[in-house]
């Protein structure tokens, strides 16, 4: 699945639905792989999302990857220290 544009608390509804369902489209252990290399901006309600979601599919059993992360996405992963949290790689691995 991959994310386009604003990951904020204006599309926080919209990206919420969308990752559920596509989580619960999942089989049993299977992964889902988050491409967060077109995101724009993140504030905080991104970022609880992307908790939201993390914890949702662990929960189910299931895995969340997260890919290709924009510049956007490692400024707020660095900025609240979040990077090993979410297993992301470090600023030298950005999405150009």
Known sequence: MQIEGELTIYRAAELRSSLQAA??????GAEL?????????MDSAGVQLLMAAQKSAHAAQRGLRLVGLSAAVLEVFETLDLAAHFGAASSTQAAA
């Open 23 to 28: 989580l619960a489209g999942l089989a049993e």
């Open 33 to 41: 792989e988050l491409d967060l290399a077109g995101v724009t901006e």
